[in-house]
């Protein structure tokens, strides 16, 4: 919870330029690198990104996950929903975080952004799955990356579900959850999420780094 506090103490400034008042200011917007088309991962019917995990939006989805700002994982969540294409599905979910994390942080930055999602395209949000201990993605070895973490279901999956996630480079992750998801009863799953990494000719070397631990998740 302190995290909350303490996002809601400090006042908004835009990552890009620092200026105060919006998640990201209007100028800033203009530089933010929108997510290069990438094949859904196996399991996944579609998978639409806001952002290329880089510079101005790197630091966007830090914000979310380290503090759970909350007016970032708004406007955020806001940015995400004009990459969904219909049909939309009935029901939001997102692909969870370690239990370590969550007790850590005092949210889950994945919840905090399907819920906002939710709400935007008025359908309800529900915690369909749960992951083990496990170590998070970030830090991990490439190949320990690729294998993805250990998602279950944690009850009976509508036919058609929408699966939120932060940060995505291989798809193992949104795979994990769609396996598991299909295993409870889910036909049609498609995926959304904040920022896709960029392929790595298109890597911008001078990008900001923000926040601590700001590894790739997968
Ligand atoms: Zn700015």
Same mark, same amino acid.
């Given at each position: 919870m302190l995290a909350r506090i303490v996002s809601s103490v400090f006042p908004l400034e835009c @990552? +890009?330029? +620092?200026? @105060? +008042?919006? @998640?990201?200011c209007t100028d800033c917007l203009t530089r933010i690198v929108p997510a290069a088309i990438a094949p859904p991962p196996d399991g996944i019917d579609a998978w639409w990104a806001a952002?290329?995990?880089?510079g101005i939006a790197r630091e966007v989805v830090a914000r979310v996950k380290y503090r759970g700002a909350h007016a970032v994982t708004a406007w955020l969540a806001g940015a995400m929903v004009t990459h969904l294409a219909p049909p939309v599905p009935s029901v939001v979910t997102w692909v969870p975080t370690t239990p370590d994390r969550r007790r850590e942080r005092g949210f889950d930055h994945a919840e905090l952004l399907a819920r906002q999602v939710g709400r935007r395209i008025a359908r309800p949000t529900r915690r369909l799955l749960s992951r083990g201990p +496990?170590? @998070? %993605?970030?830090? %991990?070895?490439a190949a320990a990356r690729r294998l993805g973490p250990t998602i279950a279901p944690r009850t009976i999956a509508p036919a058609t579900v929408l699966l939120i996630d932060d940060v995505t480079t291989t798809g193992a992750s949104l795979h994990a959850a769609a396996v598991a998801l299909q295993s409870a009863g889910a036909v049609r799953i498609v995926a959304l999420t904040a920022a896709r990494t960029p392929l790595p000719s298109r890597s911008s070397a001078g990008a900001p780094r923000a926040g601590r631990d700001l590894g790739t998740r997968l």
């Open positions: @990552p +890009g330029c +620092g200026r @105060p +008042g919006d @998640p990201v952002f290329s995990y880089e +496990g170590l @998070p %993605q970030t830090g %991990q070895a």
